[in-house]
């Protein structure tokens, strides 16, 4: 006799994840609630993150054979979900067209929008292929019956541990690539070359640290009025895939040079780099030499290190690119006028006008938008959890699990179909 009410047994396939135990920690849990869980390797750094039953190794080609081959793979084993990190990821692109075609549900895991304990997942993917809503009437009337989210931290990482994952990851695939020959990697930089960059930065930590500690002190206790521009990873698929520019150069030479001609003669400009950069790009140089050349380099400070939250609540205003950053701006009530395209880009949270209006008169987010989104973001699209920290990984694992077996991503409100927001065309800007 059958068993009454018996849990829908589904097949969750899982491509490449982050540096992390986390993806195995899901099909842990998923496989507890009666589901099979498979993943296809695509080099050594994703056998070894697996380390489970349920994987199979792919040595073929991209393209067209990857496509063939993972689609016969879903095939074969009747695949109902796939689960991935990245989307844009030219691997993942293919996969995501093979299971679109078959009605396979897509989810979609990434670091969170509420940084620093908090993991994204949704359905489909991100940014420009989001589901998330943009109307600001359906975010208010989505969160009516939401309540303020815990803001309080609950999980901590090291920057020593995601270190240590990462060289986990990449290192097998740098010296054992011919288990995998055919694999092509979707980063800009060689793995031993950011690596280099790293150790080069350290080396000048302690100097750089002092600098921008006496510049974000400088700025905090002046008198002039400033706006951040905080860079990004040259590398994050946010600026490569849902922005309008291809080189992160192109965004600081339209910023700066727009600042240079609408904002206010007593404004200043701060441009902070991101804390992971790698230093294999010299954007000092790059922010200093514009500035010089457009007459306002005493206006325009480059920042390496410092309290980004400190700056946060004293600016006039945030120029991003697509940057978490302009999220935490937002919650604090911040101006911000996003570049690319951003779940968080919305009439009545972020800034709609053209940037060179945006320097005189910046737009502060309005309530009840402001508190809705924020509210509506968390139960619908965000867990807590992180991937580098036994603790963080076992609560993310155990909630993303929950909301894949229940099919409660983008729940309660939170999804709108077709995706509300379009990826921008790419603009023929030159960094300078």
Not at 160 to 181: C, G, I, K, R
Request: aromatic share 10%; proline share 6%; glycine share 8%.
């Amino acid at each position: 006799m059958a068993l009454q009410n018996a849990p829908e047994r589904r097949v969750f396939l899982f491509l490449q994840g982050p540096s992390s135990p986390i993806f195995a920690k899901i099909a842990d849990r998923l496989e507890i609630m009666g589901h099979e869980c498979l993943r296809i390797n695509l080099n050594p750094g994703d056998q070894i993150f697996w380390r489970r039953k349920g994987g199979y190794n792919y040595r073929g080609r991209g393209g067209n054979a990857w496509h063939a081959h993972v689609g016969a793979f879903m095939d074969r084993h009747a695949v109902t979900d796939l689960v991935l990190l990245g989307e844009e990821r030219p691997y993942h692109l293919v996969a995501l067209e093979a299971a679109r075609s078959r009605k396979i549900a897509v989810s979609v895991v990434e670091m969170g929008y509420l940084r620093p304990d908090w993991l994204t997942v949704e359905r489909d993917g991100m940014s420009s292929n989001s589901h998330f809503p943009n109307d600001p009437q359906q975010i208010v009337d989505a969160a009516r019956t939401l309540a303020e989210p815990d803001w309080k931290r609950r999980y901590t990482q090291s920057f020593a541990a995601e270190a240590a994952y990462d060289l986990l990851y990449n290192l097998p695939n740098v010296f054992l690539w011919f288990l995998f020959p055919h694999y092509r990697r979707h980063a800009l930089f060689h793995p031993l070359a950011e690596y280099a960059g790293w150790v080069m930065r350290l080396a000048g930590s302690k100097k750089r640290k002092l600098d921008a500690a006496m510049r974000v002190e400088r700025a905090l206790t002046g008198d002039a009025p400033f706006f951040v521009l905080p860079l990004q990873l040259q590398t994050d698929f946010q600026l490569r895939s849902h922005s309008p520019y291809t080189d992160q150069r192109e965004a600081i030479t339209e910023v700066i040079t727009s600042f240079a001609t609408h904002a206010p003669r007593t404004a200043q400009l701060i441009v902070k780099i991101h804390p992971l950069d790698n230093g294999l790009i010299n954007w000092r140089a790059h922010v200093e030499a514009l500035a010089t050349r457009l007459g306002i380099g005493g206006r325009v400070q480059f920042i390496d290190g410092g309290d980004l939250n400190a700056l946060l609540g004293k600016t006039v205003g945030v120029v991003t690119i697509n940057s978490t950053v302009g999220l935490h701006a937002l919650q604090l009530g911040k101006p911000v006028k996003v570049l690319g395209t951003a779940v968080f880009d919305i009439a009545g949270l972020s800034d709609q006008t053209e940037l060179d209006q945006f320097w005189a008169a910046p737009a502060h987010p309005r309530e009840p938008v402001r508190t809705a989104f924020f509210r509506l973001l968390a139960a619908a699209i965000q867990v807590r959890g992180n991937f580098y920290s036994a603790a963080g990984t076992d609560a993310g694992a155990e909630a993303i699990a929950e909301r894949l077996h229940n099919r409660s991503v983008n729940q309660p409100g939170g999804f709108v179909d077709p995706p509300p927001r379009k990826k921008p065309s790419k603009i023929s800007l030159r960094p300078h």
